[in-house]
């Protein structure tokens, strides 16, 4: 039986204002933290290491309903620096091609 598991894509833009020099996507590794934390609290599962692809950084969650998993790619989606244009593509661990699920525009509307 297939694994549900939502992609979050993040375009991959430079943060903002930041200092000469400076690495250009801070946000990567604080997603990775956030998803990181999620997973220790038991709330989802990292899926897969996030990855370059294209024009954008894809992050794998999985491990929760669909709803969850979607609640948290809007939160990534609203987190300081991570650029606008920022999706979710509801897939499964069967999946030959990254966003070949139905995409979904984030951040969610508000409940």
Request: proline share 10%; no cysteine; aromatic share 10%.
């Amino acid at each position: 039986m297939p694994i549900l598991v939502v992609e979050i894509h993040v375009p991959l833009l430079p943060a903002p204002n930041l200092p000469e020099g400076a690495y250009p996507f801070p946000w990567i590794e604080e997603i990775e933290d956030f998803l990181s934390d999620l997973e220790g609290q038991g709330d989802v599962e990292v899926f897969d290491d996030g990855e370059e692809h294209e024009d954008v950084y894809v992050f794998f969650v999985a491990g929760a309903g669909e709803e969850e998993l979607l609640a948290v790619a809007s939160h990534v989606a609203t987190r300081p620096a991570v650029p606008t244009g920022t999706f979710a593509v509801v897939s499964d661990d069967g999946a030959e091609e990254f966003g070949l699920g139905r995409h979904v525009a984030l951040p969610l509307p508000a409940a």
